[in-house]
Nanobody, 125 residues
Framework: VQLVASGGGLVQAGGSLRLSCAAS????????MGWFRQAPGKEREFAAG????????YYADSVKGRFTISRDNAKNTVYLQMNNLKPEDTAVYYC???????????????????WGQGTQVTVSS
């Protein structure tokens, strides 16, 4: 499985960015997907997750109401729309694939067996 993330960049506080993650090598629609982020000097943390179909979404409290995760299974792509960005959103953002075929959603990064290369998001104040 290969995940390729893109869309990061430098934006002012209050601005928006849209991240994309293109997947190949598996039946994309059979797997839950997630976005995680890691700020300098901090541990990686869960940001958002989405079910197989896209009907269910999950968010960390820190991004709820500002970020929207979505997926297009026909394009094997998952997106993260980030609005009203804050300096504390500055981090490397990673997309990840939950390798479990069954079970319930989990924000724990140890269930995600495949990771993209990361894309840098920098929010200036």
């Amino acid at each position: 499985v290969q995940l390729v993330a893109s869309g990061g960049g430098l934006v002012q506080a209050g601005g928006s960015l849209r991240l994309s993650c293109a997947a190949s090598g598996r039946t994309f629609s059979s797997y839950r997907m997630g976005w995680f982020r890691q700020a300098p000097g901090k541990e990686r943390e869960f940001a958002a997750g989405i079910s197989f179909s896209g009907r269910s979404t999950y968010y960390a409290d820190s991004v709820k109401g500002r970020f929207t995760i979505s997926r297009d299974n026909a394009k094997n792509t998952v997106y993260l729309q980030m609005n009203n960005l804050k300096p504390e959103d500055t981090a490397v953002y990673y997309c990840a694939l939950d390798v479990r075929p069954l079970g319930v959603f989990s924000p724990a990064d140890n269930v995600y067996g495949y990771w993209g290369q990361g894309t840098q998001v920098t929010v200036s104040s």
